[in-house]
Nanobody, 124 residues
């Protein structure tokens, strides 16, 4: 599976962005999908995950109520709607395909294909 993330950019605090992750080479419809991020000088961290059919989602506490993960299996694409962005959201955002279909798996090793990342920069 090849994953292509897009939609990042430079925005001001309080603005919104919508990230997209388009998959090719294989359907992602049976897999959970997730977004991770890595800020400068920090380890990559989990952001959000969605189950194979979109029926369940899970978010890290710092983005709950602001970010929404969704998917369109007919388009083999996953999205991350980010609202009320904060400077601390600045990072490279990566999408990933899960080894499993459930949202209970949220470690790096639970995901086997990764996109190239898209930069999100939020200025104060």
């Amino acid at each position: 599976v090849q994953l292509q993330a897009s939609g990042g950019g430079l925005v001001q605090a309080g603005d919104s962005l919508r990230l997209s992750c388009a998959a090719s080479g294989r359907t992602i419809s049976g897999s959970a999908m997730a977004w991770f991020r890595q800020a400068p000088g920090k380890e990559r961290e989990f952001v959000a995950t969605i189950s194979w059919n979109g029926g369940a989602t899970y978010y890290t506490d710092s983005v709950k109520g602001r970010f929404t993960i969704s998917r369109d299996n007919s388009k083999n694409t996953v999205y991350l709607q980010m609202n009320s962005l904060k400077p601390e959201d600045t990072a490279v955002y990566y999408c990933a395909t899960g080894r499993y279909s459930s949202v209970i798996y949220r470690r790096d090793q639970d995901f086997n294909f990764w996109g190239q990342g898209t930069q999100v920069t939020v200025s104060s």
